[in-house]
């Protein structure tokens, strides 16, 4: 029993527009909202309607007014590219304001739709809060996209301008950003009117016709004001993929996320205005929107931005490295980071050469925390380890185990309780409450709190149809788990064809398209399959054509080229093996549970419906022959 926590999240539930109204108090507004809640057209449920505010002026200008414009904002170490940089309140304020003004002279207006493709360098950060400061609407793309998914985030946003950068740096090779970004447009069917480039040090290049540099796109602008904006009108979007191959527009609106940010940085992470807080997640995700840049900020909180892996940049000390130079209160990574580093320094050699007094909680999420790797993490740090889940849909953490309410007892395999806000259930396929500890869908009565997602990008219908209606009142969360009695929530699996590759959400149903567009191949699947750092890595069946006289080895290297040249590197996807025929059900659905089980060695049941039970071990056999699985 947790009297704080549970007296708050009653609260939360019990008086929903009572609770985030004394929320709202805490975060600047030019002019108050009308109401708490517009609940007049479910489920466009609106937070804080009429409310006038701006998000760089919550994140940047209020802290500078409030006499704190020399506490560091944003601290850069990049291993990658040997630069360590940090930047004040006052010193972010001018950068970002004079390239807002930039902005506004080239002609982007409010609600203007920018698309933002870059490495994890500071000017990404400014981009963002300059699009914020006039209002304009950002789309953040991770550099580990290909061309054809950014074309395909240029087209659905009807983007005016990109942001992007000379190059990126992967360990052992420099990704260079132009090539990708002219295929972009050459594939997207509306053109954006300009590129500004950030030329790297050291790493410029040529630029085209439609290019700008960065460092001239800037040379005349002034620096502005914050706009005015309504508390609905849209802050960003970020693409992120659905239940079919086209990605989903999450839109998030700005007054909701300003007061449900602010809100979580010292409920759920415990951490207070000057407080040295790092996530270390990229900004082309949402973990990296909310925690690397906004909560951080709206917090008045000196945020660390890492331009690095966990492990080979230079070693696996990295992020003990970071910790101890920059004395970070707090953590927030994705498991596969401690894993990655678990693999390379099982005892923790490189731990102990540091200093980590000042470090208190280390916060786990973007996928399932495996109780080992907590263990593990606990062992080494001796302090607390929390997992908490949420996902690009609510902005923040749907549940957890909240830090700033007092912690309770750690069920390694939950992900914590309910975070206030949200009154999580487990409904069976009809409709009714599940009992606790029995498994079903996750979802959330409506409404959901501020800071979640009102709508998808010019998508009324398939927010509507997607989310809302397969359990009306509910919105379905495509996770599955239970509830214990106690109140612990576990996350067990996706419902839908969603994986999760080293902390990145992918959809097999768009790698299963771009497979079928290989002339050999008949027939495929895509499945997620268990891997040991990367939590689930993707592994493709196909069925060739027949006549095809390629050797099958060949079309197995043309399909890994093609999800690498459609989708990206970020996909993972090595492992494809040629199969006969893929198990079906009588009615003709693939059998992807059963063959993922298989892979993964667990036991799994015959299913009822199978067409043909013998398709079983052929394919394991194949899994066998091509050394997914050992005999
Ligand atoms: N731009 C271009 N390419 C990128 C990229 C970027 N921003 N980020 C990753 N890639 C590439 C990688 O170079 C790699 O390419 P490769 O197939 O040629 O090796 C591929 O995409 C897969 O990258 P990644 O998922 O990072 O795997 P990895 O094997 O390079 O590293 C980890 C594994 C665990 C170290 C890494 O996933 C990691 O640091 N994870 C941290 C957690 C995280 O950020 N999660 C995000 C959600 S919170
Ligand atoms: P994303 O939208 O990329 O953040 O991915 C969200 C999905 O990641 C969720 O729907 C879950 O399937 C998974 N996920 C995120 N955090 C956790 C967690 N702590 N435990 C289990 N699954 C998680």
Redesign the pocket.
């Known amino acids: 029993m947790n009297n704080k926590y549970d007296n708050l999240y009653k609260a939360s539930i019990a008086n929903p527009e009572k609770f985030w109204d004394e929320a709202a108090k805490d975060v600047k507004w030019f002019s108050p909202y009308k109401k708490v809640l517009d609940n007049s057209n479910p489920p466009f449920y609106r937070w804080f309607p009429e409310g006038k505010i701006n998000t760089c002026f919550n994140a940047i200008d209020r802290h500078v007014e409030e006499g704190n414009g020399s506490r560091l904002a944003i601290i850069y170490d990049s291993p990658v590219s040997s630069k360590k940089i940090s930047f004040s309140y006052s010193e972010v304020k001018k950068i970002v304001s004079t390239f807002a003004g930039a902005l506004k002279d080239f002609g982007i207006k409010k609600n203007d739709r920018i698309i933002i493709y870059m490495?994890m360098i500071p000017e990404a950060v400014f981009a963002m809060l300059a699009c914020a400061r006039i209002g304009a609407v950002h789309s953040v793309v991770?550099?580990?996209f290909a061309a054809n998914e950014l074309a395909a985030r240029i087209n659905d946003s009807e983007a005016k301008l990109i942001i992007s950068a000379s190059c990126?740096f992967?360990p052992g090779r420099i990704?260079q950003y132009k090539p990708l970004l002219d295929e972009a447009i050459r594939l997207a069917t509306l053109k954006p009117k300009k590129c500004v480039i950030f030329q790297r040090e050291n790493n410029s290049v040529e630029l085209g016709v439609n290019d700008i540099s960065w460092q001239e796109f800037i040379k005349n602008a002034k620096e502005i004001d914050c706009e005015h904006m309504d508390a609905n009108d849209p802050a960003y979007i970020l693409y992120t993929s659905g239940t079919t191959g086209t990605p989903k527009g999450i839109v998030r609106d700005i007054g909701g996320h300003i007061v449900a940010l602010k809100w979580s940085m010292k409920n759920i992470y415990n951490i207070n205005p000057g407080d040295i807080w790092w996530s270390?997640?990229?900004i082309g995700?949402v973990?990296g929107h909310s925690y690397i840049v906004y909560g951080p900020l709206f917090h008045g909180c000196t945020t660390i931005l890492y331009e690095g892996?966990?492990?080979g940049t230079p070693d696996a000390g990295s992020f003990w490295r970071i910790i101890s130079e920059y004395k970070v209160k707090s953590l927030f990574?994705?498991p596969?980071?401690f894993r990655?580093i678990k693999k390379e320094d099982p005892e923790g050699k490189f731990f102990k050469k540091y200093d980590l007094s000042k470090f208190e909680i280390l916060f786990l999420a973007?996928e399932r925390a495996d109780p080992d790797t907590i263990k593990w993490a606990e062992n080494l740090l001796k302090k607390p380890v929390i997992d908490h889940w949420w996902q690009t849909e609510t902005g923040w953490a749907i549940s957890a185990n909240c830090a700033g309410l007092g912690l309770f007892k750690t069920k390694y395999g939950s992900a914590g309780k309910a975070v206030p806000g949200y009154n999580i259930q487990i409904l069976k396929p009809d409709a009714t409450q599940a009992k606790p500890s029995e498994m079903g869908d996750v979802v959330v009565k409506l409404p959901l709190p501020p800071g979640t997602f009102p709508t998808l990008w010019k998508a009324d219908k398939r927010y509507k149809e997607n989310y809302m209606d397969p359990y009306q009142g509910y919105y379905k969360t495509y996770d599955a788990g239970h509830i214990d009695e106690d109140g612990y929530v576990w996350i067990m699996s996706r419902t839908d064809d969603i994986i999760n590759?080293?902390?990145?959400r992918l959809s097999t149903g768009s790698m299963e398209e771009i497979l079928s567009e290989n002339a050999s191949v008949a027939e495929c699947a895509v499945l997620g399959i268990a891997d040991n750092?990367?939590g689930q890595i993707p592994l493709g069946l196909i069925v060739l054509k027949s006549g095809v006289t390629k050797k099958p080895e060949d079309i197995s290297k043309e399909c890994i080229q093609m999800i690498r040249d459609k989708i990206g590197?970020?996909a993972?996807f090595k492992n494809v093996v040629v199969v006969k025929r893929l198990p079906k059900t009588r009615s003709g659905k693939i059998l992807r549970g059963t063959v993922g089980k298989i892979a993964d060695q667990v036991p799994y049941k015959m299913p009822a419906t199978i067409d043909d039970p013998t398709i079983l071990d052929e394919i394991k056999s194949s899994l066998i022959e091509s050394g997914i699985i050992k005999n």
Do not use: M, R
Not at 501 to 504: I, L, Q, Y
């Open positions: 490495p991770f550099g580990g990126g992967e990704i270390a997640s990229d995700w973990v892996k966990p492990v990574t994705a596969t980071a990655a973007g590759v080293a902390g990145h750092l990367k590197p970020v993972a």
